[in-house]
Every structure is written in structure tokens, then in C-alpha cells.
């Protein structure tokens, strides 16, 4: 054995053999840690998931590549790269956890005590261990692999390959899943990070010579931004099954099935529900404020509340609040663990609970996001079979329409527990779905795409009884427009004018309460 070990360094291996062992031994480490818990069924699931696992490794080998070229690089590189890669891989599997740009930002706003509370002995070995085994790897990059060139052709062929690989990432129906995994995720966090900042900084202007009156008896405000949440599976508008039925007991309550939504993603639908954009200023969603500084100059404590990722699209409005509270902060779309909107409550109750001011609380749900079944609990799986695979074409549309169905009922009993925090108050509660999901109709499915099922998401609007003592005509308005045929762009002006603020942004033909 010990002639054998000395005969290989004697003669050294070719670069792309380093290249691929390596690759090969990353891969079956971590990228194979990415995937654990992704919820697949039969052999078609299987070798789909075999299938992606193989092609984020196969964009790896391209990072992996480079950095080996040259060999002081690699001795730079290679063990950050293996420490954030094994600290990553431990949260990962010992609580769930993935690298978000809402974890990013907790860890840069974060004091020393709290940072304390997440590390234990076991993180730091599995650091300590990924330090020695990399500074291993570095050693016999230097003495096990001949220089590059020695092997021309073969080397040569490799480094072309690495060198198509990276950038090919960055483009393509690839794009996300590669970039949400390790190792490109610590790139593409970074990035959405930076934008998000950048995004955040940037000044909007338009209400700060607007003046704005609020009520003599301010009424706490709740807006729920909902997710992939259609109009025509809630047993409130007449759907065949009652997935509402906390909702369809309340009296104070409007369902109003006619909304119409320019947009079918989260990403653009989010901005133009906030702001007073509309189909003639659509622009107003990316150089205007929303509604929530209206409500600062009121005099009203504002909180953003998310169970979603903080993109640069909406991530101005979220720090127009006083305070943001991300619920699941190290949940990413590649998590199928539980992530449930009850998560929430807690932080929904305390913003209710500061007394003196008044309250407004917006909170992004994740509502009937796919995948269905990690955002409700085994015990409202009301209606079977359910989704047992992440693969769509492994599924049929009964499990589907069944899973989604199941998550209404999961937002039915969330949104009922903030009722029940802002019953005895004057309170108002606003929901609104950014857009609709596809189910089957023409093979379309999710959402993204232009279907007519996703222009008609779920909008309601609850009240107390003693805010309909404080404001009898706007809640008699309400009641009467609930036929009216609107899209989102009515969202701005009815939070506002709900909310009983005087202010000359207020549109009253565009208010549900008018």
C-alpha cells in the first residue's frame, strides 16, 4: 500500500481526474443534503429528482473547476467555501434551515448575545472538521495534481467545460433551482441582499408634502396579503365545498368574487396592490410609497409581518413599517417542511396588543403556495387523497385540487384567529390574494402563466361591530358592492378610506366602502 501512495505522488494525477473525484465527493455531501426531504413517489419521482440532483451537480463541477486552475486560489477558496457548505448542511438538517436573503439580513441586524443562542459545541465541530478536511483537500491539490497543461488535451477540455459551465447557471429554466443550492446560493443570496438594500435606500417622494388626518377613533387595521388564493374555491362565494367555514359564520363579513388581478405573480402583483397604481399609472408601483406611510403620517404604529421571501420588488414596502417580522425566515421554495401561516399569529398579536397607538398590521401570507401539503397541518387535511410528490406529473388533479383545497381551510382558521384578536375593538380586516393558481385547466398549472383562473384571486373584508357602530355608511357601502366587478388597483383606496383617513391621495371611486 505504502508503494502504491508513493507511486501516485511520484507521478501525480491529471487535473481533470482531480476534478471530477472532487466534484464527485462535494456533490454526494452536500448537494445530496439539499435534497434530503424532498417529498417524491414511485420510480418516474425518483429518477426526476436524480435527474435535478445530477443537474446541480453537473453546474458545480463548473465553480469547482475554476477555483482548482490554480492552486493558490484553491487554497483560498476551497476551505471558506467547505466551512459555509458544512454550517449550512448541520442547519439544514438539525433545524430546517436554509440560507435566505430574510436570514442574511437577521444576521447583519443581529447582536453578538442573540448569534450566541443558535451556535452549540455541535456547529462548531462540524466547522472545526470542515476546516481540517478542506486544508487536507488543499494539501493534495498541491501535491497530487500535476500542473496544469501537463496533460494538454484533457486539461484543456476540462477547463473549456468549467469555464461553459458557470455563466450557462445563470440563464435558462435552470436558473433558480441551481441558484437556490449551494454552492451558488452563498452567490445569489449575497446578490438578492445587496439589491434588496440598494432597493430600500432608494427615495420615493410622493406623499411627503401629503397630508394625512386620521379618525377620531382610529380602528386597528389588518391587511392580509394572501397567496395563489382564487375567488372560486371559497365556500364563501358558492364554491362546492366549504373550505371557509369559520369565515361563513361571521355576519360582519364581505366576500367580493368579481376582483380581477392584472398580474399572476407575487413579484408584480405585490407592488401594484400596495401602491395607487393602476391599469393608467401602472409606474406608481416602483416609484411610489404604499399605503403603509399614509398610516405612519396618521399616527399609526405599522408592522410588516411576512412567511415569505423578501424580494426587491416589494422589499421598499417593507421597510416603510416601523417594524418587520419575518415568521419563517429560513424557509426558501425548496423547503417542504411545515410553513404554516399560524406561524404568525404570535407576532400578529403582539402588534395588536402595544397599546396607545393605533395599530396596522400587514401580514404576507403563504397562504396556497406550492407545494401544498408543508402549509397545513395533518389535522385540516380535510379533504383526501393528497399531493404525495413534489413532481407534478406524478399526480393526479384530485390530489392537487385536494391539497389546495386543504390549505383555504388552513387560511380559513388563520385568518378566523385574527379575527378573534380584533373582535372587541374597532378593527378592520382586509384580504386580498396577490393572484390565482392553475389546477389542471388547459395543462396549466401553479401560477405564472396568462389563465384566466389566475385574474380572479380571493378578496374579503371583516369588521367589528363597534366599527360598524363608528362608521354605519361605509359599512353599509360595503355590503352594497359586493357584486361590483373591480380590479386591484381598489386595495389602496379601500385600506385608506377603511381606515377613516382624510387625505387628498384618497380616490373614492376606487374605495369598496364608497
Known amino acids: 500500500m505504502k508503494k502504491v501512495v508513493n507511486e501516485l505522488f511520484r507521478r501525480r494525477v491529471p487535473f481533470a481526474a482531480w476534478w471530477i473525484g472532487l466534484t464527485a465527493a462535494y456533490c454526494l455531501v452536500f448537494t445530496t443534503v439539499e435534497f434530503i426531504g424532498s417529498p417524491v413517489s414511485g420510480a418516474g419521482g425518483l429518477a426526476t429528482l436524480a435527474a435535478q440532483w ?7 463541477s463548473g465553480m469547482i473547476g475554476l477555483i482548482s486552475v490554480n492552486r493558490y486560489v484553491f ?3 476551497f476551505p471558506v467555501l467547505a466551512v459555509l457548505s458544512a454550517v449550512l448542511s448541520y442547519y439544514k438538517l438539525a433545524m430546517g434551515v436554509s440560507f435566505t436573503p430574510m436570514m442574511l439580513e437577521l444576521a447583519v441586524v443581529n447582536d453578538l448575545r442573540t448569534w450566541m443562542t443558535v451556535i452549540d459545541w455541535r456547529l462548531v465541530a462540524v466547522a472545526c472538521l470542515a476546516l481540517c478536511a478542506s486544508g487536507a483537500v488543499v494539501w493534495l491539490r498541491w501535491r497530487l495534481v500535476r500542473p496544469l497543461g501537463r496533460d494538454r488535451a484533457l486539461d484543456y477540455a476540462a477547463l473549456s467545460v468549467a469555464i461553459i459551465l458557470v455563466p450557462s447557471v445563470f440563464v435558462g429554466r435552470f436558473r433558480m433551482p441551481v441558484m437556490a443550492r449551494m454552492p451558488y446560493s452563498f452567490y445569489d443570496v449575497t446578490r438578492q441582499y445587496l439589491e434588496d438594500r440598494r432597493d430600500v435606500a432608494t427615495v420615493r417622494s410622493a406623499f411627503d408634502d401629503v397630508a394625512v388626518k386620521g379618525a377620531e377613533e382610529p380602528p386597528a387595521v389588518v391587511v392580509i396579503l394572501g397567496e395563489s388564493l382564487r375567488a372560486d374555491h371559497l365556500g364563501l362565494n358558492g364554491y362546492r365545498r366549504q373550505t371557509t ?3 361563513a359564520g361571521e355576519q360582519n363579513l364581505v366576500s367580493f368574487p368579481n376582483v380581477y388581478s392584472e398580474y399572476t405573480y407575487t413579484h408584480v402583483s405585490v407592488p401594484h396592490i400596495v401602491t395607487r397604481a393602476d391599469s393608467v399609472n401602472p409606474d406608481a408601483a416602483y416609484t411610489e410609497p404604499s399605503f403603509i406611510t399614509l398610516f405612519n403620517k396618521a399616527g399609526y404604529r405599522t408592522w410588516w409581518i411576512s412567511n415569505q421571501d423578501n424580494v426587491g420588488s416589494y422589499a421598499y414596502f417593507i421597510h416603510e413599517a416601523d417594524s418587520v417580522v419575518y415568521g419563517n425566515a429560513a424557509k426558501s421554495l425548496y423547503d417542504f ?3 404554516y401561516d399560524a406561524d404568525l399569529l404570535p407576532h400578529i398579536r403582539r402588534a395588536l396588543g402595544r397599546g396607545g397607538e393605533p395599530s396596522l398590521v400587514v401580514a404576507h401570507a403563504i397562504g396556497s403556495h406550492w407545494w401544498y401539503k408543508s402549509h397545513y397541518p395533518d389535522s385540516l387535511a ?7 410528490s413534489r413532481i407534478l406529473s406524478d399526480l393526479t388533479d384530485e390530489q392537487l385540487v385536494n391539497s389546495y383545497d386543504n390549505t383555504i381551510i388552513a387560511t380559513d382558521r388563520f385568518v378566523a384567529e385574527v379575527i378573534g384578536m380584533l373582535r372587541e375593538r374597532p378593527a378592520l380586516l382586509v384580504y386580498v390574494s396577490d393572484h390565482g393558481e392553475s389546477l389542471g385547466e388547459d395543462g396549466n398549472y401553479l401560477h405564472k402563466c396568462d389563465a384566466e383562473e389566475l385574474r380572479h384571486p380571493a378578496c374579503f373584508v371583516w369588521w367589528s361591530d363597534s366599527y360598524g357602530g363608528l362608521f354605519p355608511e361605509k359599512v353599509a357601502a360595503l355590503r352594497g358592492n359586493a357584486a361590483r ?5 381598489v386595495v389602496f383606496h379601500t385600506v385608506i378610506d377603511g381606515a377613516g383617513l382624510e387625505t387628498e391621495v384618497l380616490d373614492p371611486a376606487q374605495s369598496l366602502f364608497r
Do not use: M, Q
Request: hydrophobic share 45%; net charge negative; aromatic share 10%.
Open 54 to 60: 445530477c443537474v446541480v451537480a453537473f453546474a458545480t
Open 75 to 77: 487554497a483560498g477558496a
Open 245 to 247: 367555514p369559520l369565515l
Open 337 to 339: 417542511s411545515s410553513w
Open 382 to 388: 380535510v379533504f383526501r387523497p393528497e399531493t404525495d
Open 485 to 489: 366587478h373591480c380590479r386591484t388597483d
